[in-house]
């Protein structure tokens, strides 16, 4: 729960701190509505982000981050 407060405080103040003036604002909504979000979630966004949950969090690491349908590549140096 702590580093969920956490985050949820980072996140919060990096929007803030994004719309603190009037080109952050612009560029913010504009990337919001690019990716098909509304002008009401955009103004609900904080409100929403402190409504998220650790079982959230959890649902979404489990529907997301499955080891038997991850891929992993290696890189490794080139042979000189």
Known sequence: PELLAR???????????DRDDTMGFG???GWWLTLGGSLADYEN??????????????DVLRKYLNPHTS????LLPEVQ
């Open 7 to 17: 985050t949820q405080t980072r996140l919060k103040a990096s929007l803030v701190f």
């Open 27 to 29: 560029t913010d909504l």
């Open 45 to 58: 966004m904080l409100h929403a982000i402190d409504r998220v949950s650790v079982k959230d969090v959890a």
């Open 71 to 74: 891929t992993t590549g290696i």
